[in-house]
C-alpha cells in the first residue's frame, strides 16, 4: 500500500479526552475515531489490526472444530423473556421497539438466540457435540464506557457456545477451548495469565478469565509467586487465619466504652490504642432476601462477591444511613453484632479472634472484649474477605502478588442453564429425551487491539507485535525526487509484496524527520530507509520498533534479512 493513498490521519497532540495510553494512541495513530460515547469508526489501520485478531482467532477456533456461524444483532425480547434475562439484565441491555410496537434487544451476547437455534435443528445425539462460534457486533449499555476501545459500549465479541452430550462431554470441550485461548493469545504476542475467575452462587472452578498483564488493567488478580495459581481477586481465597494470640476475654461480658464521634477503624484504634487487627467491622447489607450483618476485621475488606455467592444473592448493597439507625439503633460507626437482630455472617478471621472491639448499637458507644462464641450468635463463618500480599497463596502457601490485568477472554462451563431455560433437549442412544450440557467461550476481539497497545508502546507510540502490526515492513525513501532512491524503494516495495510480506511504502513528499516520527506512531516492526549515503555502499538501513536497534543489510540480501525476522517472530 501506498502511504499517501491511506486514510491515515495522524494527530501530532495527545488527544485530551484519552485517559488510557492506548486509546490516546490509537487516536494519535489515525486508527480510530469516536462517533459517540464508547462507540467508535475503524479506519484503514484499526481496520486492518483488527482484522488480524480476527484472523487468529478464525483459524485457532476453526482447527479446535469449532464451526462459525453469524447471527443476528437484533434479538426479539421473547426469547429473553424464556431464559428469565429480560427483567434481570438491567440497563447495559439496549431495548428497542419496532413499527409494531414489538420489543427487541441489541445483543449483548447471545446464548438465548444460539440456545434457540440448536433446540430447533439438534434433536439426536448423533449431532452432537457441536461448538459454535460467531465474530460480530455486540452492544452493552456500559454505566462507564472509558478507554476507547478498552470498555466500548459497542464493541467487537468472538463468542462461542458448545452443546454436548454430558457432564464429561462439556468438561472435556472446555479444556479444548482453554488450550485454544493459550494459542490464540500465545500467538497474538500477548503477555498474559490464566486466573480461576467467579462463577457466581454455583461456585467449583469450571471458569477462567484471560488477562493480559498491564498496570492500566481495570481487573486485580492475585498470582502465586511460585505455583501456577491464579485468580481474579473477586474469587481468589483466603486461608482462615491461625487463631489469634490474643489473650481470651477478660471478665463475664463486654464492656462499653464512651468514644464520642470516634467512627473509622482508624480514629477507634487511635483513640482506645489498639490495632485496627483488634477492631471488628459490622457492615449491614441489603440484599433480595433482606438485611445482614457481615464482620470483618478491620484491617480487612469485605469481598461482595464472596457475600452474594454465600448467601445465594444476585444483588447486595451497604444499607444506607437511615436503614443502618434502622436496624441497629445507633448510627452508621457503632453497628456491632452483639444484640444485633439480623442474620450474622463472619468472616474466619473474625472468628478466630479471641476478643475485639466493636461498636456498641449506641451513638458514641463502642464495646471492648466482645467474645465471638460468648457474646452473639454467627450465623456462618465464612471467607468473605479480598486477599491481599500479605496472604498465603491457598495452594502451596507462597507469597501472593496481586497484579493488574486487562480481560480479554472468558470461558464459562454453563451447565444446563439455558438449555434447561430454552428447553434445548435431544434424545439419547437409549432414546431418552435429555437437556444439552452447554459452555460458552468469549474473547474481546476489539479491546485486544488496545490492550496490545497497553502492553506495548513507547514515548514515540504503538510497539505492535509482528502478528498484529496493520504492516510488518514499511519502507521510507529519504527523499522521492531523487530518482535513484525512490527507485531503489519502489522496487524493494514490489520484491516484498510479491513475496507476500505486508509492506506500507511511504511515497509522501515529506522531511524525513515527519515520515519517521509517522512511523513510529503508527509502531510497524520493521522500517526501511533507503537514501543516497547508504545506497552508494550497497546498503539499506532497517530499524527494529521494539529494540529500536538499526542493522546496516546489504540491498542483496535485504528481502530475506526481512522475512527472516517476520518469519521468526511469528513462529519463534
Ligand atoms: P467485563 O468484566 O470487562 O465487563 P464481562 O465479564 O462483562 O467483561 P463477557 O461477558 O465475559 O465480559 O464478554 C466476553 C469478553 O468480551 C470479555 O472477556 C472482554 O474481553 C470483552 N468485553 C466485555 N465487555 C466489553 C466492552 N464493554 N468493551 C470491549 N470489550 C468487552
Ligand atoms: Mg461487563
Same mark, same amino acid.
Not at 444483532?73 to 441491555?93: D, N
Given at each position: 500500500?501506498?502511504?499517501?493513498?491511506?486514510?491515515?490521519?495522524?494527530?501530532?497532540?495527545?488527544?485530551?479526552?484519552?485517559?488510557?495510553?492506548? #486509546? =490516546?494512541?490509537?487516536?494519535?495513530?489515525?486508527?480510530?475515531?469516536?462517533?459517540?460515547?464508547?462507540?467508535?469508526?475503524?479506519?484503514?489501520?484499526?481496520?486492518?489490526?483488527?482484522?488480524?485478531?480476527?484472523?487468529?482467532? +478464525?483459524?485457532?477456533?476453526? =482447527?479446535?472444530?469449532?464451526?462459525?456461524?453469524?447471527?443476528?444483532?437484533?434479538?426479539?425480547?421473547?426469547?429473553?423473556?424464556?431464559?428469565?434475562?429480560?427483567?434481570?439484565?438491567?440497563?447495559?441491555?439496549?431495548?428497542?421497539? *419496532?413499527?409494531?410496537? =414489538?420489543?427487541?434487544?441489541?445483543?449483548?451476547?447471545?446464548?438465548?438466540?444460539?440456545?434457540?437455534?440448536?433446540?430447533?435443528?439438534?434433536?439426536?445425539?448423533?449431532?452432537?457435540?457441536?461448538?459454535?462460534?460467531?465474530?460480530?457486533?455486540?452492544?452493552?449499555?456500559?454505566?462507564?464506557?472509558?478507554?476507547?476501545? &478498552?470498555?466500548?459500549?459497542?464493541?467487537?465479541?468472538? *463468542?462461542?457456545?458448545?452443546?454436548?452430550?454430558?457432564?464429561?462431554?462439556?468438561?472435556?470441550?472446555?479444556?479444548?477451548?482453554?488450550?485454544?485461548?493459550? +494459542? @490464540?493469545?500465545?500467538?497474538?504476542?500477548?503477555?498474559?495469565?490464566?486466573?480461576?475467575?467467579?462463577?457466581? /452462587?454455583?461456585? $467449583?472452578?469450571?471458569?477462567?478469565?484471560?488477562?493480559?498483564?498491564?498496570?492500566?488493567?481495570?481487573?486485580?488478580? !492475585?498470582?502465586?509467586?511460585?505455583?501456577?495459581?491464579?485468580?481474579?481477586?473477586?474469587?481468589?481465597?483466603?486461608?482462615?487465619s491461625r487463631p489469634n494470640p490474643m489473650?481470651?476475654?477478660?471478665?463475664?461480658?463486654?464492656?462499653?466504652? #464512651?468514644?464520642?464521634?470516634? %467512627?473509622?477503624?482508624?480514629?477507634?484504634?487511635?483513640?482506645?490504642?489498639?490495632?485496627?487487627q483488634d477492631?471488628?467491622?459490622?457492615?449491614?447489607?441489603?440484599?433480595? %432476601?433482606?438485611?445482614?450483618?457481615?464482620?470483618?476485621?478491620?484491617?480487612?475488606?469485605?469481598?461482595?462477591?464472596?457475600?452474594?455467592?454465600?448467601?445465594?444473592?444476585?444483588?447486595?448493597?451497604?444499607?444506607?444511613?437511615?436503614?443502618?439507625?434502622?436496624?441497629?439503633?445507633?448510627?452508621? $460507626?457503632?453497628?456491632?453484632?452483639?444484640?444485633?437482630?439480623?442474620? &450474622?455472617?463472619?468472616?474466619?478471621a473474625?472468628?478466630a479472634l479471641g476478643?475485639f472491639?466493636?461498636?456498641?448499637? =449506641?451513638?458514641?458507644?463502642?464495646?471492648?472484649?466482645?467474645?465471638?462464641?460468648?457474646?452473639?450468635?454467627?450465623?456462618?463463618?465464612?471467607?468473605? +474477605?479480598?486477599?491481599?500480599?500479605?496472604?498465603?497463596?491457598?495452594?502451596?502457601?507462597?507469597?501472593?502478588? &496481586?497484579?493488574?490485568?486487562?480481560?480479554?477472554?472468558?470461558?464459562?462451563?454453563?451447565?444446563?442453564?439455558?438449555?434447561?431455560?430454552?428447553?434445548?433437549?435431544?434424545?439419547?442412544? *437409549?432414546?431418552?429425551?435429555?437437556?444439552?450440557?452447554?459452555?460458552?467461550?468469549?474473547?474481546?476481539?476489539?479491546?485486544?487491539?488496545?490492550?496490545?497497545?497497553?502492553?506495548?508502546?513507547?514515548?514515540? $507510540?504503538? @510497539?505492535?507485535?509482528?502478528?498484529?502490526?496493520?504492516?510488518?515492513?514499511?519502507?521510507?525513501?529519504?527523499?522521492?525526487?531523487?530518482?535513484?532512491?525512490?527507485?531503489?524503494?519502489?522496487?524493494?516495495?514490489?520484491?516484498?509484496?510479491?513475496?507476500?510480506?505486508?509492506?506500507?511504502?511511504?511515497?509522501?513528499?515529506? +522531511?524525513?524527520?515527519?515520515?519517521?516520527?509517522?512511523?513510529?506512531?503508527?509502531?510497524? /516492526?520493521?522500517?526501511?530507509? @533507503?537514501?543516497?549515503?547508504?545506497? !552508494?555502499?550497497?546498503?539499506?538501513?532497517?530499524?527494529?520498533?521494539?529494540? %529500536?536497534?538499526?542493522?546496516?543489510?546489504?540491498?542483496?540480501?535485504?528481502?530475506?534479512?526481512?522475512?527472516?525476522?517476520?518469519?521468526?517472530?511469528?513462529?519463534?
Amino acid at each position: 500500500m501506498l502511504f499517501s493513498r491511506l486514510l491515515i490521519p495522524t494527530l501530532k497532540e495527545n488527544p485530551a479526552e484519552a485517559e488510557a495510553v492506548s #486509546h =490516546r494512541l490509537l487516536l494519535r495513530a489515525g486508527m480510530i475515531r469516536k462517533l459517540a460515547s464508547g462507540i467508535y469508526n475503524y479506519l484503514p489501520l484499526g481496520l486492518r489490526v483488527l482484522r488480524k485478531v480476527e484472523g487468529i482467532v +478464525r483459524e485457532e477456533m476453526n =482447527r479446535a472444530g469449532a464451526q462459525e456461524v453469524l447471527l443476528p444483532a437484533v434479538q426479539p425480547a421473547e426469547l429473553w423473556e424464556e431464559s428469565g434475562r429480560w427483567h434481570v439484565y438491567g440497563k447495559e441491555l439496549l431495548r428497542l421497539k *419496532d413499527r409494531h410496537s =414489538r420489543e427487541f434487544c441489541f445483543g449483548p451476547t447471545h446464548e438465548e438466540v444460539i440456545t434457540d437455534l440448536v433446540r430447533r435443528e439438534v434433536h439426536s445425539y448423533r449431532q452432537l457435540p457441536l461448538n459454535l462460534y460467531q465474530i460480530q457486533v455486540k452492544f452493552r449499555d456500559e454505566i462507564r464506557p472509558r478507554f476507547g476501545l &478498552i470498555r466500548g459500549r459497542e464493541f467487537i465479541m468472538k *463468542d462461542a457456545y458448545s452443546f454436548d452430550v454430558d457432564e464429561a462431554g462439556a468438561e472435556a470441550t472446555y479444556e479444548t477451548m482453554y488450550q485454544t485461548y493459550h +494459542r @490464540i493469545f500465545s500467538r497474538c504476542g500477548l503477555e498474559f495469565k490464566i486466573v480461576e475467575a467467579d462463577t457466581g /452462587p454455583i461456585g $467449583g472452578s469450571f471458569s477462567h478469565e484471560f488477562m493480559v498483564l498491564a498496570d492500566t488493567g481495570e481487573d486485580l488478580l !492475585a498470582s502465586c509467586t511460585a505455583c501456577a495459581y491464579g485468580a481474579n481477586l473477586e474469587k481468589a481465597e483466603a486461608l482462615p487465619s491461625r487463631p489469634n494470640p490474643m489473650p481470651a476475654p477478660v471478665g463475664s461480658a463486654p464492656e462499653e466504652v #464512651h468514644t464520642p464521634e470516634v %467512627r473509622t477503624i482508624d480514629e477507634v484504634a487511635a483513640f482506645l490504642k489498639v490495632s485496627p487487627q483488634d477492631i471488628v467491622k459490622t457492615l449491614i447489607y441489603e440484599t433480595d %432476601r433482606g438485611p445482614v450483618a457481615v464482620l470483618i476485621r478491620g484491617d480487612h475488606e469485605v469481598n461482595e462477591v464472596k457475600v452474594k455467592n454465600l448467601l445465594r444473592v444476585t444483588d447486595i448493597s451497604l444499607a444506607g444511613p437511615s436503614r443502618v439507625e434502622e436496624l441497629t439503633g445507633a448510627e452508621v $460507626g457503632f453497628s456491632g453484632p452483639v444484640g444485633l437482630k439480623l442474620p &450474622i455472617y463472619a468472616d474466619h478471621a473474625v472468628a478466630a479472634l479471641g476478643a475485639f472491639v466493636s461498636g456498641a448499637n =449506641r451513638k458514641d458507644f463502642h464495646l471492648v472484649n466482645v467474645n465471638p462464641q460468648r457474646d452473639f450468635t454467627i450465623t456462618q463463618v465464612a471467607d468473605l +474477605r479480598t486477599v491481599t500480599s500479605q496472604d498465603p497463596c491457598p495452594r502451596c502457601g507462597a507469597k501472593l502478588t &496481586i497484579l493488574r490485568g486487562i480481560e480479554v477472554g472468558h470461558i464459562f462451563k454453563l451447565g444446563l442453564k439455558y438449555s434447561e431455560a430454552l428447553k434445548a433437549t435431544f434424545l439419547d442412544a *437409549d432414546g431418552q429425551e435429555v437437556f444439552m450440557f452447554m459452555g460458552c467461550y468469549g474473547i474481546g476481539v476489539s479491546r485486544i487491539v488496545a490492550a496490545a497497545i497497553e502492553q506495548g508502546h513507547d514515548e514515540e $507510540g504503538i @510497539i505492535w507485535p509482528m502478528a498484529l502490526a496493520p504492516f510488518q515492513v514499511g519502507v521510507v525513501p529519504i527523499s522521492i525526487s531523487d530518482e535513484a532512491t525512490w527507485e531503489a524503494a519502489l522496487s524493494l516495495y514490489e520484491d516484498l509484496k510479491n513475496a507476500g510480506v505486508e509492506v506500507l511504502l511511504d511515497d509522501r513528499d515529506e +522531511r524525513p524527520g515527519v515520515k519517521f516520527k509517522d512511523f513510529d506512531l503508527i509502531g510497524l /516492526p520493521l522500517r526501511v530507509v @533507503i537514501g543516497p549515503k547508504t545506497l !552508494a555502499q550497497g546498503k539499506a538501513e532497517v530499524r527494529h520498533r521494539r529494540s %529500536r536497534q538499526i542493522a546496516l543489510v546489504d540491498l542483496d540480501k535485504l528481502l530475506d534479512y526481512l522475512k527472516d525476522n517476520i518469519y521468526s517472530e511469528l513462529h519463534g
